[in-house]
């Protein structure tokens, strides 16, 4: 009957999962077939991310990076949108967690569509948007930064102002912001490495070929 095939179904899904190899081995594996332009190209651009990654940890505080600025702006306000049905409160943080969360899932998505390179990268992105973030949490204890909407969080609002004047952070946020970049910093470091030892996994197999 329908129970019996749904304990199959589950039965046969229980014995998929056990041969799913761990997921550090899912983290590492790297296509058989890589072609050595694609190879090429891609130590190109983790090597253009790296160098990149590296000025905007070590960028001040103050000055937010301009081009990883646009690449998040647009998932930032769409955040906004979307998480407004949910209270002024998450509607707010939503910027912020519009320009996390787009990383994140693309990460997901090319990891299981099998492009780990793909999906290291998308962590890079990740981390890097949560150091813009920090630069406008840092800019929250004493708002200079010009925002989208027109002039600064002195006298416009400013996401962090109210976020952190709602937790009763304010007097602590230089402190926060400092910390997020720190964990982006990590993070950033991670996703470069993870990239460098799947390129090289990659150039084993370009030998064996």
């Not at 505080?61 to 930032?76: K, R, Y």
């Not at 720190?182 to 030892?197: P, Q, Y």
């Amino acid at each position: 009957g329908d129970v019996d095939d749904r304990a199959m179904d589950s039965a046969h899904a229980a014995l998929d999962d056990d041969d799913q190899p761990p997921w550090r081995e899912r983290l590492l594996d790297v296509p058989d077939d890589v072609p050595k332009a694609a190879w090429l190209g891609r130590i190109a651009l983790l090597a253009a991310i790296a160098l990149w990654g590296t000025s905007v940890v070590f960028g001040r505080m103050t000055d937010p990076a301009g081009i990883l600025h646009l690449t998040v702006i647009l998932f930032h306000e769409a955040g906004h949108v979307f998480f407004a049905p949910f209270g002024q409160t998450v509607g707010v943080a939503g910027g912020t967690l519009g320009q996390l969360l787009v990383p994140l899932a693309c990460g997901i998505a090319l990891h299981r569509r099998g492009d780990n390179f793909g999906a290291a990268i998308a962590s890079a992105w990740l981390a890097l948007s949560l150091i813009d973030a920090s630069v406008y949490a840092y800019d929250a204890a004493d708002p200079v930064l010009p925002l989208i909407g027109g002039g600064t969080g002195a006298d416009s609002f400013h996401d962090f102002v109210f976020l952190f004047e709602r937790s009763g952070q304010l007097a602590h946020a230089r402190g926060w912001a400092v910390l997020m970049k720190v964990v982006g910093g990590l993070g950033l470091s991670a996703s470069l490495a993870w990239a460098a030892v799947l390129l090289f996994l990659q150039s084993e197999r370009l030998a064996e070929r």
